[in-house]
């Protein structure tokens, strides 16, 4: 059983910044892509960026140029650096990992992810 926990979230202003963390309990965290979500109140859960296991990348368009998806498999972590942000991304944010080992493809997907953390509070002020 996998165990993510994230760290970092908080209170900023627009334009301010942000650096999440996640950090998985199993060794084998570097074999597997990471995930990062995002879900507003009322709101369904949405992809905000991804990493696979060899460091391929893919972000939302929304946050693309912003955000910065990273991680240090030496220290089973997985990080989100949020800068330029916005009160429209506030949210409570998830980190995930991936279903399959060795996928050179960023999955978008919630359903691709079966660990999930327990989610850290994102909240922009205008």
């Known amino acids: 059983q996998v165990q993510l926990v994230e760290s970092g979230g908080g209170l900023v202003q627009a334009g301010g910044s942000l650096k999440l963390s996640c950090a998985a309990s199993e060794r084998t965290f570097s074999n597997y892509g990471m995930g990062w979500f995002r879900q507003a109140p009322g709101k369904e859960r949405e992809f905000v960026a991804g990493?696979?296991?060899?460091?391929?990348?893919y972000y939302a368009d929304s946050v693309k140029g912003r955000f910065t998806i990273s991680r240090d498999n030496g220290k089973n972590t997985v990080y989100l650096q949020m800068n330029s942000l916005k009160p429209e991304d506030t949210a409570v944010y998830y980190c995930a990992a991936g279903i399959t080992p060795y996928s050179t493809t960023v999955r978008r997907t919630t359903a691709a992810y079966n660990y999930w953390g327990q989610g850290t509070q994102v909240t922009v002020s205008s």
């Open positions: 990493i696979s296991w060899s460091g391929n990348t």
